[in-house]
């Protein structure tokens, strides 16, 4: 439990964390040491992998060379039972809360577990939210749920309290990749307020601006993904952000 350990030493030391996620269709294998070295260099304290739909084979290969090339941990972020790789340090086991699909609730899950207990790996249970964006998603449309309305706190909060209540141990709320609009503040404020588990936030955040604005309303750990790829400077840019937020904290 190192990785559970040391988002719950964060959260409680109120320390912001950064998360870079790699999605095995988006990344080119050519691509993979200028994108792990772009991290190290930038001080990612996680790498994500995963996506909504993984096509192509590239999902060991990608945790084979964080593993041996970085010491960050490399924890999964599956899109469904089969993005399962036991070489890396930890699994974000995802419950959908925000949707009403039993497959994503717990369907996948009870396929996933045995083959999870096998391999070894950490297990992070998380509640996974996912937030409305402006427009679909890939995370929407393959999930086939619908995501919390972007004005609605009140129904983000009481999701989250409910998966806290669970014994979940991290809640995750997700625009979704490339989302049009990042979680508004309000809601991103909401979660935090009324529950204690660390709070990632991730999707659409391509702007260093966007990045301030989720640090500010509460966000614990900020997952950048698309936007990298389009500004490589994106992740110096978020990365100096959580520094300067954790120093201003005084928790560096
Ligand atoms: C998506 O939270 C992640 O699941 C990251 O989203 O690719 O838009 O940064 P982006």
Redesign the pocket.
Known sequence: NRTQQIFDRNLAEGRKSLAL?L?PDDVEAAALPGVLNNAIENKVDFI?VG??LVTSDNLSELVRFVKSNSNIPCIL?PGNAIQIDANADAILFLSLISGRNPELLIGQQVVAAPIVKRSGLEVLPTGYMLVNSGRPTS?SYVSNTQPIPNDKPGIAASTAMAGEMLGLKLI?M??????QD?ISPRVIRAVKKNSGLPL???????HPAKAKEALLAGADVL??????QKNLNLLTEVSELVQLTNETLNVN
């Open positions: 996620l999605d994500f996506g909504s972020f995370a995750y997700d625009a979704g990749s490339g989302a990042p990632i936030v991730g999707g659409g955040i391509n997952v950048v993904g698309n936007g990298v």
